[in-house]
C-alpha cells in the first residue's frame, strides 16, 4: 500500500495528533448524544497522560466551501435557520418544552442559556426540529459542525503530509447525515467531506473509508454513491448490526450500485465481538484493501459495538479496539485517520465507560503503529461464530466489480 511519509516519532512511538473541537458543548442537548461524552472522553485523556503525549490540532482554516459542494443549500439552509424558527425551546435541566418567548422554564424556572446543571457554565437551550425526533439543535450548533468537518480536514492533510496517524475528536458525529438530511444526531458528514477535500486537494488518490459504529453508516453510503469525486475515489466498507428493526435498517449486501465501492457486512443480532472483527478484517477488508490499494483509510470510529454498550450491545473489548485500529493503519502503512461517531450512556450507569475505554485504546493504537494480522492474540479464530463465517461468505460473493 502506498505511504504519505514517515510517521513522527516521539520517544520510540509515534506521536498521533489529536484534532479536537473545544466549541464541541455549543451543541447539547438532553439526548443520548450530548457534550458529557466528549467531557468523559477528554478528563481520562488528561488523567492518564495520553493528552499531553498526542499533538493537539484545534484550531484549522475553514472548509465550508467543501461541505457547500457535498450537502445541499437547503440542508445547510434548514441547519441555519430552524432554531430560530422553532415554536419552543427545551429546558436542559428538566427537558420540558417552553414556548418560544419564555425567558424562563415553566416547569423548573431555569433561564434560557441559564446554569442548568450547577456548574456555573452557561448551557445553551436547544431545539427539537419539526419532523424530527432524534436530533436537538442549539443555537450555534451549524457553527460547531463546521468546525468539526474543519479540524477533520485539516487532520487529513496532517496525515498525507507526514504520515502521522490522526483522531479527530469531534462530536456531534456525522455518519447518518446525506447530502439533502440530517438526523440521527448527525447534522454534517465529517468522514465524506474530509475524504471529498483530501481527494480534490490531491492529497490522496484513493481513500478507504471504514465504518465500524454498530449502525450502518447510511449517510456515508449515499455520500459515496452520489458524489462523483467520492464514488470515483472511494471505497466504503460498514459493519453493523442488522437486525429487521434496528436503525437505521439499511446496510444490506450488495446494496450500493451507480459504479460506487460499496461492501456492507451485516451481522444479525446481538453479542458479536473482538473475534468476529478480525475475522471480517481478515476476509473482507483486507483483501478488498489489497485490490483497491488505497494511499488513506478514514475510519468511522463509533464505540457504540464496544462490549458495555446498552444501545448496540455488541461486545467488542479495549484490546479489540485497540487491535482493530492498528489493523486499519497496516492497510495504507500509518495512514490513518479516524473520526468520533457514536457511543452512548444510554441509562446514565456507565459514565461513559464503554466509549472513553474504546477512545484510548484506539489511540494506543495509532501511538503503536501498524500491526499485520499474524500479530493478533492466538487462538482468536476459536471465538468467531458460525453467524459471522455465513456472513463473511455472503459478502465475498457480491463485491463490487469496480474494485
Known amino acids: 500500500m502506498a505511504s504519505s511519509g514517515k510517521p513522527t516519532a516521539c520517544g520510540g512511538a509515534t506521536r498521533v495528533l489529536l ?22 472522553i477528554t478528563a481520562e485523556l488528561h488523567r492518564s497522560g495520553r493528552w499531553g503525549k498526542c499533538e493537539v490540532l484545534e484550531t484549522a482554516a475553514s472548509a465550508d466551501d467543501v461541505v457547500a459542494t457535498l450537502h445541499t443549500a437547503q440542508h445547510l439552509a434548514t441547519l441555519r435557520t430552524a432554531f430560530a424558527d422553532a415554536t419552543g425551546w427545551f ?64 487532520a487529513g492533510r496532517r496525515v498525507m503530509r507526514t504520515g502521522t496517524p490522526a483522531f479527530a475528536l469531534v462530536r456531534p458525529p456525522g455518519h447518518h447525515a ?21 481527494l480534490g486537494e490531491g492529497l490522496a488518490k484513493r481513500v478507504l473509508i471504514v465504518d465500524w459504529d454498530v449502525h450502518h453508516g447510511d449517510g456515508t453510503q449515499a455520500a459515496v454513491i452520489g458524489d462523483s469525486t467520492l464514488r470515483d475515489g472511494c471505497c466504503f466498507v460498514s459493519i453493523h448490526r442488522h437486525d429487521a428493526e434496528f436503525w437505521p435498517k439499511s446496510g444490506k449486501v450488495g446494496e450500493g450500485g451507480g459504479g460506487a465501492r460499496v461492501v456492507n457486512v451485516p451481522l444479525y443480532g446481538v453479542g458479536f465481538g473482538d473475534s468476529d472483527y478480525y475475522r471480517v478484517f481478515e476476509a473482507v477488508i483486507a483483501p478488498v484493501a489489497k485490490r483497491f490499494n488505497p494511499d488513506l483509510v478514514i475510519v468511522s470510529a463509533g464505540y457504540d459495538c464496544a462490549d458495555g454498550d446498552k444501545l448496540g450491545r455488541f461486545s467488542v473489548t479495549a484490546g479489540g479496539f485497540n487491535a482493530l485500529t492498528r489493523l486499519a493503519l497496516s492497510l495504507t502503512n500509518g495512514a490513518g485517520l479516524l473520526v468520533l461517531e457514536g457511543g452512548y450512556d444510554v441509562d446514565d450507569t456507565s459514565g461513559h465507560g464503554p466509549l472513553v475505554s474504546g477512545v484510548c485504546a484506539s489511540i494506543d493504537g495509532l501511538e503503536a503503529g ?3 494480522l499474524g500479530g493478533l492474540p492466538a487462538g482468536w479464530r476459536a471465538g468467531v461464530r458460525p453467524e459471522t463465517e455465513a456472513v463473511v461468505t455472503e459478502v465475498l460473493g457480491a463485491l463490487p466489480d469496480q474494485l
Open 370 to 372: 501498524p500491526m499485520e
Open 91 to 154: 429546558c436542559q435541566a428538566c427537558t420540558l418544552e417552553n414556548a418560544a418567548e419564555a425567558l424562563r422554564c415553566d416547569m423548573c424556572t431555569t433561564p434560557r442559556s441559564g446554569d442548568a446543571d450547577g456548574s456555573g457554565e452557561a448551557k445553551s437551550e436547544y431545539t427539537i426540529p419539526k419532523g424530527k425526533t432524534d436530533v436537538y439543535l442549539c443555537p450555534r450548533s451549524l457553527e460547531v459542525a463546521l468546525r468539526n468537518c474543519a479540524l477533520a480536514v485539516e
Open 178 to 198: 446525506s447530502s439533502e438530511h440530517f438526523g440521527s444526531y448527525c447534522l454534517l458528514n465529517t468522514v465524506a467531506v474530509a475524504a471529498k477535500a483530501l
Open 19 to 40: 484534532a479536537y473541537n473545544d466549541a464541541h458543548a455549543l451543541h447539547d442537548g438532553k439526548m443520548n448524544e450530548n457534550a458529557g461524552r466528549m467531557a468523559a
